[in-house]
């Protein structure tokens, strides 16, 4: 019997953003271990050739064969690439080595800005949300994520160049639903990293509201060490401290989505 209804097709995110370092990968994670937490059932798309989500995720490499590469340029279909993770509800199509070359190999291929998208048709009924972690670039990879996404979710870190980039990542998305997926909208902007203690951190922030107003969530995530420690064991910061204030964070920005997706929120139960 199926979960979920025939009618019903995946919430598609994408998490970008050109610079590296600002929390994508972090946001990406957790934010689906805590939307997993919350009873969806979610996929997340490795998109990033470094892999850092199929490594937080405790993925090893000898299980990243049937990978995001061999989907999009192999023609892999990509339910047969949906790995189990250690999060219940929440499964990931990791990445491999072999991405490095996508973003050249694609300028080759046929449809190459629909490569992901058309590669959904066979997961978009399984899952209640995908999110895509974005490598740090605007080159194809991110642009086939862009082209397949519902919205795009862009995580900014709280310091002093954290504008600087928006702009051209804005005119991006314009140009995307010009030419692409006029469907596209800007779901939300999270701030990351977030130190109380830094005057510029508010600064940041208060200039981000100024700019993008009510999309900026209103949860912003804390820096906080129990974050960067939970990758190198593998874990989701949710199931490596699920106290920890980080962690507490992106139970509240999954709040906020579903809130934007008009969802229900049921409060977890309890910890994973
Ligand atoms: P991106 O994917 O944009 O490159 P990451 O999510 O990998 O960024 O984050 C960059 C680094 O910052 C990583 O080492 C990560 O563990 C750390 N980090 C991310 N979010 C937090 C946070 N809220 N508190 C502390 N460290 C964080
Ligand atoms: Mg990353």
Redesign the pocket.
């Known amino acids: 019997q199926k979960t979920i209804d025939q009618d019903k097709r995946a919430r598609v995110l994408a998490i970008a953003?050109q610079?590296?370092?600002?929390?994508?990968?972090?946001?990406a994670v957790n934010l689906a271990t805590a939307l997993a937490a919350c009873h969806k059932k979610v996929l997340i798309i490795d998109l990033?050739p470094q892999g850092?989500a199929s490594t937080g995720l405790g993925i090893d490499r000898a299980h990243r064969q049937r990978d995001i590469y061999r989907v999009l340029l192999d023609d892999m279909v990509m339910a047969d690439a949906v790995t189990p993770t250690k999060v219940p509800r929440l499964s990931l199509v990791p990445s491999s080595s072999d991405l490095s070359g996508a973003e050249l190999e694609l300028v080759e291929t046929e449809r190459r800005v629909y490569r992901l998208k058309d590669a959904f048709h066979s997961v978009l009924r399984d899952f209640d949300y995908i999110l895509i972690?974005c490598p740090?670039a605007l080159g194809l990879l991110t642009l086939n994520a862009l082209v397949a996404a519902d919205g795009l979710l862009v995580?900014l870190q709280a310091e002093f160049y954290a504008l600087e980039g928006l702009s051209h990542l804005m005119q991006t998305v314009e140009r995307v639903k010009q030419l692409y997926n006029p469907e596209l909208k800007l779901h939300g902007i999270a701030v990351?990293?977030y130190d109380r203690r830094n005057n510029l951190s508010d600064q940041v922030a208060d200039d981000v509201r100024e700019y993008f107003g009510d999309l900026v969530f209103k949860t912003v995530?804390?820096?906080?060490?129990r974050?960067?420690e939970a990758?190198s064991f593998g874990l989701p910061a949710l199931l490596y401290d699920w106290r920890c204030q980080?962690s507490q964070a992106y139970i509240k920005l999954a709040a906020e989505v579903l809130k934007r997706d008009g969802e229900r929120f049921r409060k977890p139960a309890a910890a994973l």
């Open positions: 953003n610079k590296g370092g600002v929390g994508k990968t972090t946001t990033d850092n972690d740090p995580p990351t990293m995530i804390p820096r906080n060490v974050m960067s990758p980080g």
